[in-house]
């Protein structure tokens, strides 16, 4: 295959990536004005169902706008050979390999998040600002950013430099000593991210005794649930939505709830959230998640070590030195419509984890409260009620409302 032959595939995948997102996000669009099914007649009034709408809409003309501007500068970069100008810049600066693939990805990466900062201030202080999401301030605004770069340099850039360490020196077989690496770093992640990573962006106190953690603490204690972390966590520092997530393993675990998810929801409400969220523990998904996800990233690894050396496609990009880091830019587009297809994958199981979740916390607590406390989130959060299932598809890693409703009650 010529360079040249790979480059136009390379393009390929790209636009046809993005046509596909655009076909699904036209033919959603169409069932933004669909009347509200009757088991759901009760989330909005009509002007609430009105305003949902003109949110759903406004972000589709957002997102339309945002991903065609990221589509055109993407295909200047590679007409324009972007690539083969920032690695020319990289190598006049240092020699050394892991140092130039850093410079490299740090260009690349700044200058792409740099770009996107209009958007993203846009969706938060105008679309979001405008229905009443947003308690963000300037100041949060840019000290998140500076923050996730920061992280990104550190950890991003950490990882990076062991990979291609391994590279250097195990040759093909760098992929497995990579692969210990990232199962090691996700597992890590996952015990403590709660902990180390969350405080950097958010204050997190535990819960006061009263009737809720007297509550949570008497269903806990009847699943046979030990749980000695609960949070809360300020979320109403960025926007009015509310959360609640479970994460840790072992004396680890924790709870954590969003303070809008407390003011949003009554106590027997956030029981069965919380009731939901320990089925996922019960149902063992998180380990699930985890251990498709390590053995997802072995094998993406693994194919990486038989193409990533190729000079073929560095010579696409328009760089006449292979490198890995030019290499792994190539490899990552060529392999995603494989990754679209494991994440089809993930979505599916996801959703199927979401039924059983469900279904714990109804058999263990009440459906009840969980059918009312899924309809007020939807209801605050302006969701979309009536998705078109080839959306939900691709795009879902949760049932419909609808879905959810009809499977409680059943």
């Not at 589509?71 to 690695?87: A, H, I, P, Q, R």
């Not at 509550?215 to 979320?235: H, L, P, R, W």
């Not at 890995?324 to 679209?340: D, K, N, R, V």
Request: proline share 3%; aromatic share 16%; charged share 15%.
């Amino acid at each position: 295959m010529q360079p040249t032959t790979l480059f136009y595939i390379l393009i390929a995948i790209i636009v046809v990536s993005f046509l596909i997102d655009q076909i699904l996000d036209y033919i959603n669009s169409k069932h933004f004005n669909d009347e509200i099914p009757a088991k759901l007649a009760d989330v909005y009034n009509q002007e609430e169902y009105a305003k949902s709408q003109s949110y759903k809409k406004a972000n589709a003309r957002f997102s339309l706008v945002s991903s065609s501007f990221s589509l055109c500068l993407t295909l200047l970069f590679f007409f324009l050979e972007g690539f083969k100008w920032v690695d020319e810049i990289a190598r006049n600066i240092t020699s050394n390999s892991i140092l130039v693939a850093l410079i490299f990805f740090g260009i690349i990466m700044l200058a792409s998040d740099v770009l996107a900062i209009p958007f993203q201030y846009y969706k938060t202080f105008v679309i979001e600002e405008k229905f009443g999401f947003n308690k963000s301030t300037k100041t949060t605004f840019w000290l998140d950013k500076v923050k996730g770069w920061i992280m990104s340099i550190i950890l991003g850039g950490g990882i990076l430099s062991l990979i291609i360490w391994f590279y250097e020196f195990f040759g093909p077989n760098f992929w497995i000593y990579a692969w210990a690496l990232i199962a090691v770093f996700s597992l890590f992640m996952n015990m403590f991210y709660a902990k180390l990573i969350v405080p950097l962006f958010n204050k997190q106190t535990p819960l006061e005794d009263g009737e809720l953690k007297f509550a949570i603490e008497k269903y806990a204690k009847k699943v046979g649930f030990t749980i000695n972390n609960i949070f809360v966590i300020d979320g109403s520092k960025r926007s009015t939505k509310a959360n609640a997530y479970f994460s840790g393993f072992g004396a680890q675990k924790r709870i954590t709830l969003f303070d809008t998810l407390i003011n949003d929801l009554e106590t027997e409400e956030i029981v069965a959230v919380l009731a939901h969220e320990v089925g996922h523990y019960k149902k063992k998904h998180i380990i699930f998640n985890l251990i498709t996800s390590v053995l997802l990233t072995g094998f993406t690894l693994y194919i990486l070590s038989f193409f990533v050396n190729s000079p073929i496609l560095s010579q696409a990009l328009g760089v006449a030195t292979p490198s890995f880091h030019i290499g792994l830019i190539a490899f990552g587009i060529l392999y995603s419509p494989i990754s679209e297809i494991t994440g089809l994958f993930m979505n599916y199981m996801s959703r199927k984890f979401e039924y059983q979740a469900d279904n714990y916390a109804k058999n263990t607590f009440k459906a009840a409260p969980l059918i009312s406390s899924l309809k007020k989130l939807s209801k605050n959060s302006l969701s979309n009620l009536t998705p078109h299932p080839a959306y939900v598809f691709m795009h879902y890693s949760h049932p419909t409302l609808l879905n959810r409703v009809k499977n409680l009650e059943s």
